[in-house]
């Protein structure tokens, strides 16, 4: 698949997937780009073998989340990796979740990008 045809997804999903390859930072540089561009939160999944790091990133927007969304975000995390390796947190800033089931990872990043957005819709930030 090609940078642009991997951002032509990425943009209809609201999240990008890149392995850890010159390719996938490629990818994942531009895409942080747009989302800088656009200022709408960075969401990543960089996937291995059998499980992948999720990222929820709200640098690009240049706000951060109100209190209650972290514990939206955190709910989703368990409810969708109940059996996750290893920590995971949520913050105004953000989510990382490193070690999440493979097949639960693009569910988490579309789940993530759902709360965030939606978050910053009801002006749920601060600037």
Known sequence: M????????ARERGY???????????????????????RTP?????PRKTWADVRADMEPV?????DAVPDRMQRAMHELCPTQRGWRVCGR?????????????????MRLSAIMRQAIANGEIER
């Open 62 to 66: 240049a706000a951060h989340l109100a």
């Open 2 to 9: 090609t940078i642009d045809e991997e951002l032509e997804l």
């Open 93 to 109: 800033g953000g989510a990382h979740a490193p070690s999440v089931p493979l097949a639960a990872a693009e569910p988490l990043a």
């Open 42 to 46: 960075y969401i990543r999944v960089t």
């Open 16 to 38: 990008i997937v890149a392995r850890e390859s010159a390719h996938g930072r490629a990818v994942a540089g531009r895409w942080w780009h747009e989302c800088f561009v656009a």
